[in-house]
């Protein structure tokens, strides 16, 4: 099994919502990634947890709140969010050096 | 701190034509290179990547690149084009860390 799978792949939220995004890996990686994508830009890093320790935070505002229940699970949890945080969010995990697999990434829309 | 810069943020290619993607590093120390394609309304997919060894990597679909340390260079090529090979493209360098980063990408277009 070589799949990062993420739900949902689409997603419309208010300002006031809360909601949260998923993604599982059975790789038996040890790094688990989120990273945003806005249109026609590359992939902005937000999150790497490693062997389920949140290792790498890029100053994300607190509005999003990452989890890792366990090895194979990674959250993203949405609240109170901005209509310019519309974008894709892309899950990704990694055994380590650089080489990283990718979810196919949950839209979010914010209205 | 090390960086990539791509060359073009555009390229287009008749289809069989050779395919040159042009990315450049910056890193006091010998970076992990990387080439991620993605495809539209896609995650992206690791292409070939260099670590240590031989400086001329080969990856899927036909794609490959040289590490080029004197030039701080490692671009990616492709004989010859296919329409499937539209998509964008993105080189990455790591110094073999959690952190990952990605230039700014490179669109292919394939004209028939």
């Known amino acids: 099994d070589t799949e990062v799978t993420q739900t949902p792949k689409h997603l419309v939220m208010g300002m006031t919502n809360k909601k949260s995004l998923k993604c599982e890996q059975h790789m038996g990686h040890r790094a688990m990634y989120w990273y945003k994508q806005k249109a026609k830009k590359p992939p902005e890093l937000m999150f790497v947890y490693s062997y389920e320790k949140l290792s790498i935070n890029e100053s994300v505002p607190s509005r999003f709140s990452p989890e890792c229940p366990n090895s194979s699970l990674l959250n993203l949890h949405l609240h109170a969010l901005q209509p310019e945080d519309s974008a894709l969010y892309l899950c990704?995990?990694?055994?380590?050096?650089?080489?990283?697999?990718f979810g196919e990434g949950s839209r979010l829309t914010v209205l | 701190a090390q960086s990539v810069t791509q060359l073009g943020s555009h390229v287009s290619v008749s289809e069989g034509a050779l395919v040159l993607l042009r990315c450049n590093y910056s890193?006091?120390?010998?970076?992990?290179l990387f080439w991620y394609v993605q495809y539209p309304n896609q995650g992206l997919q690791l292409l070939l990547k260099y670590t240590t060894g031989a400086t001329l990597v080969k990856g899927i679909n036909g794609f490959e690149a040289e590490f080029k340390k004197s030039e701080t260079s490692f671009h990616l090529t492709k004989p010859s084009a296919h329409m499937s090979d539209a998509a964008e493209y993105f080189c990455a360098v790591t110094l073999n860390t959690d952190k990952l980063i990605f230039g700014t990408g490179t669109r292919l277009q394939v004209f028939p």
């Open positions: 890193s006091s120390v010998p970076p992990y």
């Open positions: 990704a995990s990694s055994p380590g050096g650089g080489e990283l697999f």
